[in-house]
Every structure is written in structure tokens, then in C-alpha cells.
């Protein structure tokens, strides 16, 4: 079974200066039991709202094939098949010498049209610079939208969030709420619902786009 049973969310700021959330999924597994797979699949909103799917998996494992296999059945079924996907094999540091000499040669000249995977170690850290890069290429270029908020202090997730991955212009606290104006990436507001915290006539769509300098 997975270890991972709630998705962790953090933000992460890319090459580029790009803010953006970097959700980690519960691990899909092959013939779930009908009775958890209600509650398999209500996990797996983060990813049917990605921008971009990261598919890690293990290649030091004789049966990677198999399993990524699974997970594009999974995927599939899900409805996000023709979302944009980056492939990650990880835990090179366990390839024999030779295979691994193996790999990055076939990574190195992949078939025309198609995009090679990215070879990592998240125990040595070895190749993840080439992805956070890759993952950069890979992610559209969002629009944003100019806000005002009217955000409960207790929704302490929420506001952390606006700052982290949005701009804030300015911020004050009146009685239990914190009144913000900012702009935020279009999928952000969305998925954190923020419209129903947005003062009446503040909602705007704006011209500027995530990936400029803040």
C-alpha cells in the first residue's frame, strides 16, 4: 500500500522567478479494493487541476514499466490523460554502472517529437536542478487576476497561500479578518475559492501573467 495518504501541497519558486504549488499525490497502486477507491479517488483532485502532472517512478525497479503502465490506466480514467506530462525516473543511484550509462545515453537521444524523461536521485540530490528547469519549460504561462479579500484570520492556509504564491499590495486587519489586495494566478483563485472572500465589484482579470518579475 502507499505511505502517502493526505497530498502535501508546498510552494516552490522555479528558475525563472515563477511562484507556483507543487502538490504530492497519493501513490496509485494497482487492484485497489473497491472499498477504498472512493476514497482513493477524492485524493486525487490535486490532479485533475494540475497545470502539469510530475510522474515519478522508481527505475531501479524491475518492474517500472509495468507500474507506470497503471498509472497512465489511472490517469486515463481520471479524465487527464491529454494533460501535460514531465516523467521522472528516479533513484539512478541504484542503476549498476553500466545501466545507468545505459539510460542516459537513450535519455540523451530520445525519438524525435517526443520528450525525454528526467533522470534523478532524491537521495543525492543528482539531476533535480535539470528538473525544476524542465518543469519550468514545461508549465504554461498563467494569467492572473487582481483581488480584493475580505479573509478570515482563521483561515490561516488560505492567506499564507496569497502571499506566498501571489502579489500583495497591501494587507491590513480589521476585527477577525485581514483585508487584502493582490493579484494571483487564475487557477490559485479557483482552487482556493476566492471569490467567496472577494469584496463585491473587486473581482478584475488583469494582463500580467505569473511569470514576470514581481
Same mark, same amino acid.
Given at each position: 500500500m502507499f505511505a502517502t495518504l493526505d497530498p502535501t501541497i508546498r510552494a516552490l519558486r522555479l528558475p525563472s522567478g515563477r511562484r507556483v504549488l507543487l502538490s504530492d499525490t497519493v501513490g496509485f497502486i494497482r487492484a485497489l479494493?473497491?472499498? +477504498?477507491m472512493t476514497a482513493f479517488r477524492a485524493t486525487l483532485e490535486e490532479v485533475q487541476e494540475a497545470a502539469l502532472i510530475v510522474h515519478v517512478s522508481d527505475i531501479s525497479s524491475a518492474h517500472h514499466q509495468e507500474l507506470d503502465e497503471a498509472v497512465k490506466k489511472i490517469l486515463?480514467?481520471?479524465?487527464v490523460a491529454g494533460r501535460p506530462i514531465?516523467?521522472?525516473w528516479n533513484k539512478i543511484d541504484l542503476l549498476p554502472?553500466?545501466?545507468?550509462?545505459?539510460w542516459q545515453k537513450s535519455v540523451a537521444h530520445p525519438p524525435e517529437g517526443i520528450a525525454p524523461p528526467? +533522470?534523478?536521485?532524491?537521495?543525492t540530490g543528482e539531476g533535480l536542478d535539470e528538473l525544476l528547469k524542465r518543469v519550468d519549460g514545461a508549465l504554461p504561462t498563467e494569467p492572473v487576476v487582481k483581488l480584493s479579500l475580505r479573509v478570515p484570520l482563521a483561515e490561516g492556509r488560505t492567506l499564507a497561500l496569497v502571499h506566498a504564491l501571489g502579489?500583495?499590495?497591501h494587507s491590513t486587519v480589521d476585527d477577525s479578518c485581514m483585508l487584502v489586495e493582490a493579484e494571483v494566478p487564475v487557477s490559485m483563485a479557483r482552487r482556493l475559492k476566492l471569490e467567496d472572500y472577494a469584496v463585491n465589484g473587486t473581482f478584475h482579470a488583469s494582463p500580467s501573467f505569473i511569470g514576470r518579475e514581481r
Open positions: 479494493p473497491k472499498g +477504498l486515463a480514467e481520471l479524465g514531465l516523467y521522472v554502472p553500466q545501466e545507468r550509462t545505459e528526467v +533522470l534523478v536521485s532524491s537521495l502579489h500583495v499590495f
